[in-house]
């Protein structure tokens, strides 16, 4: 849960430029967890980790690290990058800039705790009111996601674009799932992430909106009904960004290695990119009905890609993996036109082959191995051309 203010480390942009509006530039923040590797339980060192990492050659360049709303995670945040080869750069300084800070401590890539631990709330005044609002629901609440902003020229386009992206969610979900272990228990989920996630109020694929106008009408009631602490704050997959002219995508669980972030860039990129394309054109947005959307999500984070998905426009079953091939067809042009086709298609295979986080987890073995695996594959980097 990222809970500091929009960082200007993600998207060093402060005004919509040219390549911005375009839907080209894009930025990733990846939660990790700390853990001891001796009891393999998460370990609250944000503070210790970041001051660290703060007086390290090369601390400023590229990614910058923040505190989370719990102290055993720490969050790498990249700067704006218009290449996927830019990015994979700054998304492996950023993990390996928070394994050197950590010493003796693992960096693991997880959605949530494979052991255990005893979290703690970040200092702060804004964590202490999340903490307080929110209550049990956050006390365990170390949750770790890959999210991924692409940048839109203002509000209402990012609204438009968010009614567009909808039926997509659950699948970006699948194809990212890497929580299946909870407590040293297998959870039967491939994101049980999404599980806790959805606990909170509003989680889930957001509704469709009017308007820029209702948009903001309708965070703005939540907010005043009490179950939103303010406007930054709202739980939904997908998102016009608060601060920044960007659409935030909150829905994957972090990427064990750089290449599963990679891929989600890439097809997020390609997915605003398709809806801004939509837009222009006046096509109508997809009709999506809310249980059946929550379905879908239910579905993703259940199975992943290994067994049946539910199709958001259709609502009845399919294979998940037809859906990624609607997905990659659907946003096809739009590869072509970033350069990122290739990419993405050697990316899917190399995902065919080893399989999603939580199937890697789980041919990990125990819980120990499992952390292992994890803090060695976040260094990792494939051999994908981006």
């Known amino acids: 849960m990222t809970t500091h203010q929009e960082t200007a480390a993600t998207h060093q942009e402060t005004v919509a430029d040219v390549s911005t509006a375009a839907g080209w530039s894009l930025g990733v923040e990846e939660e990790f967890l700390l853990v001891d590797p001796a009891t393999g339980n998460t370990v609250p060192a944000a503070d210790q980790v970041l001051r660290v990492a703060s007086t390290r050659p090369g601390a400023a360049a590229d990614a910058v690290l923040h505190r989370e709303l719990l102290a055993t995670q720490v969050e790498a945040a990249t700067g704006r990058c218009l290449s996927l080869h830019e990015l994979s750069g700054q998304l492996l300084h950023g993990r390996r800039q928070l394994a050197r800070a950590a010493g003796d401590l693992l960096v693991v890539p997880s959605g949530v705790p494979v052991l255990g631990g005893s979290p703690v709330v970040s200092s702060g005044e804004r964590f202490d009111r999340i903490a307080e609002r929110y209550a049990g629901i956050v006390a365990e609440y170390q949750a770790c996601g890959c999210h991924v902003h692409v940048g839109v020229p203002d509000l209402e386009t990012a609204v438009g674009v968010v009614n567009h992206l909808r039926p997509w969610l659950p699948t970006l979900l699948a194809l990212s799932v890497n929580s299946p272990v909870r407590g040293g228990v297998d959870t039967g989920y491939g994101s049980w992430r999404i599980v806790e996630q959805s606990r909170f109020p509003g989680a889930g694929v957001p509704p469709r909106f009017a308007s820029a106008r209702d948009y903001t009408a309708r965070v703005a009631r939540l907010v005043s009904a009490g179950v939103l602490l303010d406007e930054a704050m709202s739980f939904w997959l997908v998102r016009p960004s608060t601060r920044l002219p960007t659409v935030e995508f909150r829905v994957a669980d972090v990427a064990i290695d750089v290449d599963g972030a990679l891929l989600q860039a ?85 995902l065919r082959t080893t399989g999603t986080g939580a199937d890697r987890q789980r041919a990990a073995g125990d819980p120990l191995g499992i952390l292992r695996m994890l803090s060695t594959s976040a260094l990792r980097m494939g051999d994908i051309d981006a």
């Open 266 to 350: 890439a097809l997020c990129r390609a997915l605003v990119r398709t809806a801004l394309a939509s837009l222009e054109r006046g096509r109508p947005v997809p009709a999506v009905d809310d249980q059946v959307a929550a379905a879908a999500v239910w579905s993703a984070a259940r199975y992943g890609l290994a067994g049946p998905a539910v199709h958001p426009l259709l609502a009845r079953r399919v294979p998940a993996l037809d859906l990624v091939a609607d997905l990659v067809d659907t946003v096809r042009p739009a590869l072509l036109e970033t350069g990122d086709l290739s990419t993405v298609e050697a990316l899917l295979r190399r």
